[in-house]
């Protein structure tokens, strides 16, 4: 599946959990900043707090789109793919 903007704000609103991955760090930090969910110092404080956190971790940190805040979780998996879901 291809890692867009789309693709990943229709999972973090879907009313079922579901989740997505990126590969790419710099893509999803720009797919983040793109669809002004938040700015780009949030983002990379984000992910600087995810990274020391380690591997496998998970946190979260709102995520605003369309006037709707969404609070969603980013984790690093071991093989440095990134999920976001949304929470219930």
Excluded: Y
């Amino acid at each position: 599946m291809r890692i867009t903007g789309k693709n990943i704000l229709q999972a973090a609103i879907n009313k079922s959990p579901q989740s997505i991955m990126a590969r790419d760090l710099k893509a999803w930090l720009a797919i983040a900043t793109q669809s002004n969910w938040v700015g780009p110092a949030d983002v990379q404080s984000a992910f600087s707090q995810a990274r020391s956190l380690g591997g496998g971790k998970m946190w979260e940190f709102p995520m605003s789109a369309s006037g709707v805040t969404i609070t969603a979780i980013i984790g690093f998996k071991g093989n440095g793919s990134i999920v976001v879901k949304k929470v219930q």
